[in-house]
């Protein structure tokens, strides 16, 4: 009887295929991950229960920080050019064109109007970090961030803006009334607070209501 | 595949005098490249942080100097919370005796129970919650008040501008060195 004689086949596979799946798929994740927008400041934000996702296109963000100070980032290009030329018009502050092309690299601004032209014209690294004196929003007599905004209203001229706050747990109400009050005056009544997420409590009203309800 | 083929012609003889020159093999293990690039995807998957940001609306109410714009409140639905340095929370409910005696204080932790007490002894339609920051309150107790008012589904709440009696009342407590005697104790 002859039995059939199996074949020692080898143990060892070919590795190419996998190897090239491997390299495709993290060719993959590092290219389609989106960095972090420049932050003018750190920010530590508070937290709520809120679970409502932020619009992600065309932000405009108001940054407040620990010690006050406010900032204003754009990250529509063409718009945030524009609203720079306006406010130039507006307050005559002298630009260049050459200082006008900066605008388009420095997504964060976080300097009195004034001190606009040395700003534009300091390098990367010193348009963001602690030691930008922000935009003066500290009483009504000099609220900038007012001007700031009526430009933006007057660029983005009835298409909505997606206006998000941004602030530091630990910096004061004073400051928040005061960008408050600068909306409010630009008839900006509608913004988002971002907030980071956290749980709700399963005896809170709003948890029943949620669960009472189905889910839309 | 990437390999060749290097065994042909492995056991054939050649001529005495022709030395045999040792063919190398072209085939390289790869298995360590494949762990290698394994291991890199799961670091920048686990290091990767989902940004996606939440937040909460907040609507802004127009400042109006016409009295018959402005919103009513009824004083028996009304609970005014008073936010102090260091999360203290003062409140009263209605309108602020002259003396103070409806002046309470409490803590963020107490708060929530404040307000649910409020809910259930009011009719739904008078109950506003009027909320005031006052000057050293942060922007992270006013997110939370705002918080507790979604929390506890309250309809009808206004950021104010705090009055001055109200800073003197604070100021008075705070310097006696503690809550008023009329205090209860809030869990």
Not at chain 1, 7 to 13: A, D, E, L, V
Not at chain 1, 17 to 24: E, G, K, P, S, W
Not at chain 1, 71 to 96: G, H
Not at chain 2, 155 to 166: C, Q
């Amino acid at each position: 009887m002859g039995r059939a004689k199996l074949p020692r086949k080898s143990t060892t596979i070919d590795m190419t295929a996998m190897c090239d799946v491997a390299f495709l798929l993290l060719s993959f994740f590092i290219l389609a991950t989106k960095t972090k927008p420049p932050e003018a400041v750190k920010v530590m934000i508070p937290s709520s229960v809120s679970s409502t996702k932020v619009d992600a296109k065309d932000k405009v963000t108001v940054t407040i920080g620990k010690d006050g100070k406010v900032f204003l980032a754009f990250e529509d290009k063409a718009k945030r050019m524009d609203i720079v030329k306006d406010l130039n018009t507006r307050f005559s502050l002298q630009l260049s064109p050459s200082e006008l092309e900066k605008v388009n690299s420095a997504e964060v601004f976080g300097t009195p109007l004034l001190a606009m032209k040395s700003f534009l014209n300091s390098s990367k690294e010193n348009q963001t970090g602690e030691k930008l004196p922000g935009i003066p929003a500290l009483d009504s007599t000099n609220n900038q961030l007012k001007d700031w905004l009526a430009s933006t209203v007057a660029i983005y001229q009835g298409s909505k803006i997606n206006l998000l706050l941004k602030g530091d747990g630990l910096a004061k109400y004073t400051v928040f009334k005061n960008v408050i009050d600068a909306f409010k005056k630009n008839d900006l009544m509608k913004f988002n607070i971002i907030t980071n997420q956290e749980g709700l409590d399963p005896s809170s009203a709003l948890y029943k209501e949620k669960s009472s309800k189905p889910k839309s | 595949m990437a390999e060749m083929d290097t065994s042909s012609g492995g056991g054939h003889k050649k001529g005495p005098g022709v030395k045999k020159a040792k063919k190398m093999s072209t085939r390289v293990d790869l298995t360590p490249m494949v762990d290698l690039g394994f291991l890199l995807i799961t670091f920048f998957v686990f290091t990767t942080t989902m940004s996606e940001q939440t937040a909460m609306v907040l609507y802004l109410p127009k400042d109006t100097d016409k009295p018959e714009e402005q919103n009513k409140a009824k004083e028996s639905g009304a609970l005014t919370l008073l936010l102090a340095r260091d999360r203290t929370v003062y409140y009263y409910e209605g309108i602020l005796a002259t003396d103070g005696s409806n002046f309470k204080s409490g803590s963020f932790q107490g708060i929530r129970q404040i307000i649910l007490d409020k809910k259930a002894s009011t009719n739904p339609q008078d109950l506003v919650i009027v909320i005031k920051p006052g000057e050293e309150a942060t922007f992270k107790d006013v997110v939370d008040v705002l918080d507790e008012m979604t929390i506890n589904v309250i309809k009808r709440y206004a950021l104010v501008d705090i009055a001055e009696p109200e800073v003197m009342l604070i100021k008075a407590t705070e310097g006696a060195g503690g809550a008023p005697a009329a205090t209860p104790t809030t869990k």
